[in-house]
């Protein structure tokens, strides 16, 4: 981007200088890229660690979710797939790990996510309960 008064007085010799804060195309540039990565890039890396490490914590007889939405008993567990039991009549399906949503009954599931947006309610300070008074036909 052009700087007006660079042009006006270039002819002159006599150039203004190019102050402020930010007046340098390296400094915005430097500036963008450490926003870039702190906003989606490490967030996207903390996701797939946590993925990974969830992954590879299965055990036989855990309940998950995939992101299928098949739900279903762990009854066997590779390297890179794992056996799930959807039914009582031993309906047996092998995904990819890869393809595992989230593990833990569907109770678990729902408590967890439950339990998400009530950490921030829980830091406000709670005030006493007030306590109706009683009628007097109820004495």
């Known amino acids: ?3 007006l008064f660079e042009i006006a007085f270039a002819e002159s010799g006599n150039a203004a200088p190019a102050g402020g804060l930010f007046g340098s195309p390296i400094i915005m ?3 963008m890229v450490a926003i870039f990565y702190f906003m989606l890039i490490r ?3 903390k ?3 946590e993925a990974e490490q969830m992954r590879n914590s299965l055990k036989k ?3 998950l979710t995939t992101i299928g939405g098949l739900y279903g008993k762990v009854v066997a567990i590779t390297d890179r797939t794992v056996v799930l039991e959807t039914s009582e009549d031993r309906v047996r399906v092998e995904f990819l790990k ?4 989230s593990v833990g009954t569907l109770d678990e599931q729902e408590a967890a996510a439950q339990r ?3 950490a921030k309610k829980e830091e406000k300070v709670e005030e006493p309960a007030i306590e109706e008074p009683k009628a007097a036909d109820e004495e």
């Open 61 to 63: 007889g855990d309940w």
């Open 1 to 3: 981007m052009f700087n």
């Open 47 to 49: 996701r797939k660690k």
């Open 98 to 101: 890869s393809a595992i949503g």
């Open 43 to 45: 967030p996207e890396n």
């Open 29 to 31: 540039i430097v500036l």
């Open 116 to 118: 998400k947006p009530k």
